[in-house]
Every structure is written in C-alpha cells, then in structure tokens.
T-cell receptor, first 113, second 112 residues
Framework: NAGVTQTPKFQVLKTGQSMTLQCAQD?????MSWYRQDPGMGLRLIHY???????DQGEVPNGYNVSRSTTEDFPLRLLSAAPSQTSVYFC????????????FGPGTRLLVL | AQRVTQPEKLLSVFKGAPVELKCNYS??????LFWYVQYSRQRLQLLLR??SRESIKGFTADLNKGETSFHLKKPFAQEEDSAMYYC??????????????FGQGTILTVHP
C-alpha cells in the first residue's frame, strides 16, 4: 500500500493564481482531512470529509475549497492564492478519526509570492 | 470550542535524563487525546493515544481530567527521540466529530 500520497511536493505561486493540491489514499478510509502547518501555530484543520460526497469546514477554511467525489481522492483547491497561504499542507486519512490514528501524507510545501 | 496548549516550543535534555512534554487541553466533554511525532524528514505519525493506555518507545502519557492535562513522559531520553511532538485532541462526537485539534508543537532535542 502506498498509504497517503500528495502532489506536488513543492510549489511556487504568484498572488492571485489558482492551483489544486492532490491527495489520495489506498486504505479505503472514509475520513480524510487537510491541515496547514505554520511555525508556532501547530497544525490547523482546513477542511475534512467523513465520506464521499460529504465535506465540512475546519478551523481555517477561508480561501480553500474541497470536494470528495471518490473515497480515494480529496483535492484541496486554492482559487486565488495569497501570501498568507504560504505554508506546508498535510493531507490525512483515518478509519475512525476519534479513536484511531490518522495517517499523514508527506506534505506539500507552498510558497505564494 | 476545543483547544490544546503545549507551553514549551523548545525542550532540551541530555541523553539518559527524564523528559516531560506538557500538554493541556480545553474541552467540555470527554476528549480522545493523542501524541503525534514528526522525526526529521519523516511523516507525522501517531506515537500513542490515551484510550490504548500503551507505552511506545518508552513513552507514556496519562490523562488527568482534573488538571485537563495529557503530559508525555519518558524516564530516560535517547538521542533518537529528538523530534517535533504534537499533542492532539479529538472531540467525542456531534459537531466535534472528525475535528482533530493540535497543539503548537514542542521540538525536543536530546543531546549526547
């Protein structure tokens, strides 16, 4: 099993550009989520999904969109990138987010100029 | 609202010394608590969870509901323990389901 995969590993954007961060898992997990990691802030939940067709907002959803058309994929879209979105983004999946481990992807480092 | 606080950004100890990474939480119900670790150039991974009452790599953590704490302890630190440690809380259900809240993280450095 590949586990949780993320692409790209690194991306540079200009302010106002759009892009999609890809996340996929092959563990048949219903729950998937996106976090951003910033120095001194820890990991903050952006959006999450408890199954295909179901998404909800986390702590810092503004500026990000998500969709969940399949169990395997959970892309994160930045419609108009801003410098404040410079961060490291992690995708995670879990069979039961309350009681079991969340499996994290390797992360995507995003720089918005 | 659920909140996790890790008061120490940096913690340095010498090899063989005891180590305690502090974690305090705020949650109105019965939380599920976890410690995650990120070693250099590796993915964030689960270290332990309070529901399992387990000891992983010599680390233990006890949930103290009175003090709302979930401190991580190890009696004899090793150099390979150097990493970033995150305390995390998951709500018990309802609107909190699926929302994992992380602390700010503590960077542990174990010196030889």
């Amino acid at each position: 099993n590949a586990g949780v995969t993320q692409t790209p590993k690194f991306q540079v954007l200009k302010t106002g550009q759009s892009m999609t961060l890809q996340c996929a898992q092959d563990m048949n997990h219903e729950y998937m989520s996106w976090y951003r990691q910033d120095p001194g802030m820890g990991l903050r939940l952006i959006h999450y999904s408890v199954g295909a067709g179901i998404t909800d907002q986390g702590e810092v959803p503004n500026g990000y969109n998500v969709s969940r058309s399949t169990t395997e994929d959970f892309p994160l879209r930045l419609l108009s990138a801003a410098p404040s979105q410079t961060s490291v983004y992690f995708c995670a999946s879990s069979r039961d987010p309350q009681r079991e481990t969340q499996y994290f992807g390797p992360g995507t480092r995003l720089l918005v100029l | 609202a659920q909140r996790v606080t890790q008061p120490e950004k940096l913690l340095s100890v010498f090899k063989g010394a005891p180590v305690e990474l502090k974690c305090n939480y705020s949650y109105s119900g019965s939380p599920e608590l976890f410690w995650y670790v990120q070693y250099s150039r590796q993915r964030l991974q689960l270290l332990l969870r309070h529901i399992s009452r387990e000891s992983i790599k010599g680390f233990t953590a006890d949930l103290n509901k009175g003090e709302t704490s979930f401190h991580l302890k190890k009696p004899f630190a090793q150099e390979e323990d150097s990493a970033m440690y995150y305390c995390a809380l998951s709500g018990a259900g309802g609107t909190s389901y699926g929302k994992l809240t992380f602390g700010q993280g503590t960077i542990l450095t174990v010196h030889p």
